[in-house]
């Protein structure tokens, strides 16, 4: 497991299983029982605090990682790995987490 990865994971009801894409750093995996995630969805609402992902990073279709569902994943809920994000997206999760938590440093362009 990995920052930037998205995996399959097992949430508690009602969410129940869906994609998430981590964000705690990679060498944290190793020792943390739960780490830092976004709840991917396909309900798209074209806001700042998402970043659309899709078929490039592993998923089925066209969604988004809602960084206002922030939430800590038990690492054993994580299931299987689907993909990872680009570079590129890196810099678009960085500000979708500005506008989420309202940290205004992050989300100047």
């Known amino acids: 497991m990995k920052q930037y990865e998205v995996w399959w994971a097992d949430l508690p009801e009602p969410v129940g299983r869906r994609p998430v894409l ?17 709840e991917i969805t396909t ?3 074209a806001i700042p605090q998402e970043v659309v992902l899709g078929p490039r990073e592993g998923l089925p279709r066209r969604c988004v990682a809602n ?3 922030l939430r800590a994943v038990p690492v054993s809920a994580l299931f299987e790995h689907i993909g990872r994000v680009s570079r ?18 992050l989300t100047a362009a």
Do not use: M
């Not at 981590?22 to 830092?36: D, E, H, K």
């Not at 590129?88 to 440093?105: C, D, N, P």
């Open 22 to 38: 981590l964000l705690s750093r990679s060498g944290s995996y190793a020792y943390l029982r739960s780490v830092l995630a976004v």
């Open 43 to 45: 309900k798209i609402r």
């Open 67 to 69: 960084f206002d569902n």
């Open 88 to 105: 590129t997206q890196v810099a678009e999760i960085k500000h979708a987490l500005g506008y989420a938590l309202g940290w205004i440093e």
